[in-house]
T-cell receptor, first 112, second 115 residues
């Protein structure tokens, strides 16, 4: 039973434009969310996080938005660069728990 | 510079063999995890450990066991490898007991092929 879902397996965006990656979750107990980026044959690297007390967190070109009522979060990348081409995973956890639940990933391609 | 090191990047094993995947972290993290990544399925948790000699099952523990004899080392064991265990295996670690602010640090992964 997938508690974290990324319904778009892939996304293509022109260089310089905005990339928007979406993630939905089903468990209302989740209160901490993260985005990871993964290149082929490498481990995922942490990108940005947000706790449920916020609805937005920004770090340079990356912004994560959280809509708790819709159980939805999104990652915005502006402007998109070819080096951003990777698979992006969202993950969620409960403060009282010890486990992160990952989505299935979205493969982003930024076209030069 | 923090580091999670997985001993083997690529392994090829035969059905029925016993397989050991080793993971070492140098960040003095309490928590360590083993995931497998498969296309269309994302990252699925196999086992995790929150302390030496402690372990908990994740979502897909069948066919796997783990060992944590030292804080920095977490081993994944496939007692009798099968072809459906062909996958990318990812080790991760995280500090502390509270999840807020505690992201996972991943190793580079071990690509296992079982023939």
């Amino acid at each position: 039973d997938q508690q974290v879902k990324q319904n778009s397996p892939s996304l293509s965006v022109q260089e310089g434009r905005i990339s928007i990656l979406n993630c939905d979750y089903t468990n209302s107990m989740f209160d901490y969310f993260l985005w990871y980026k993964k290149y082929p044959a490498e481990g995922p690297t942490f990108l940005i996080s947000i706790s449920s007390i916020k609805d937005k967190n920004e770090d340079g070109r990356f912004t994560v938005f959280l809509n708790k009522s819709a159980k939805h979060l999104s990652l915005h990348i502006v402007p998109s660069q070819p080096g951003d081409s990777a698979v992006y995973f969202c993950a969620a956890s409960k403060n009282t728990g010890n486990q992160f639940y990952f989505g299935t990933g979205t493969s982003l391609t930024v076209i030069p | 510079d923090v580091k999670v090191t997985q001993s083997s990047r690529y392994l090829v094993k035969r059905t029925g063999e016993k397989v050991f995947l080793e993971c070492v972290q140098d960040m003095d993290h309490e928590n360590m995890f083993w995931y497998r990544q498969d296309p269309g399925l994302g990252l699925r948790l196999i086992y995790f450990s929150y302390d030496v000699k402690m372990k908990e099952k994740g979502d897909i523990p069948e066919g796997y066991s783990v060992s944590r004899e030292k804080k920095e080392r977490f081993s994944l064991i496939l007692e009798s490898a099968s072809t459906n265990q062909t996958s990318m295996y990812l080790c991760a670690s995280r500090r502390g007991l509270l999840l807020i602010g505690g992201e996972l640090f991943f190793g580079e992964g071990s690509r296992l092929t079982v023939l």
